[in-house]
């Protein structure tokens, strides 16, 4: 059944397809940040295992809530990872346990999302004439901008 909510079924189609490739960057990100999780070395081993493992796991809930908005305009959310790297504005880099290389690579990927999320912000709004997604993209941005917040802060 199609959603009845005021957004023409094409521009829900096209929010539905650029909120797809914001789910297909979370669930990178996500995988990233696991894996640093998972190799990171070095005197504060313990601390940075943490400080990811906090990170992948509001992840998770991100993409749980990109995922569940697609849904709630009446489409499909493309949860694969098949789907997700054909998706991504993200790029698998190399392995490394060095944590600097760790860290600006994250940090990389929160800016990449966080432009993306700026540009859909306002075509969500003045393209689409949907204002909820707008506002859902605002949201997914505030978040990304304090997780780059806190991994530019181990940078310095």
């Known amino acids: 059944m199609k959603a009845n909510i005021g957004v023409l079924e094409e521009h829900l189609k096209q929010i539905a397809l650029e909120l797809n490739k914001v789910l297909a960057d ?73 944590q600097k290389v760790q860290l600006k690579g994250l940090l990389d990927d929160h800016e990449t999302i966080i432009r993306n999320l700026r540009r859909l912000i306002d075509e969500f709004d003045t393209k689409y004439n949907d204002k909820g997604a707008a506002d859902f993209a605002t949201q997914m941005l505030q978040k990304h901008l304090k997780k780059a917040w806190m991994i530019r802060s181990y940078l310095k």
């Open 26 to 98: 979370e669930l990178v990100l996500y995988a990233k940040t696991r894996n640093c999780h998972w190799n990171i070395e070095g005197s504060n081993f313990m601390e940075l295992h943490s400080f990811y493992e906090d990170q992948y796991e509001e992840l998770e809930e991100y993409a749980d809530e990109v995922a569940e908005y697609i849904r709630s305009i009446g489409h499909y959310a493309e949860g694969r990872y098949v789907d997700a790297l054909k998706l991504t504005h993200l790029l698998e880099g190399e392995y490394s346990n060095d």
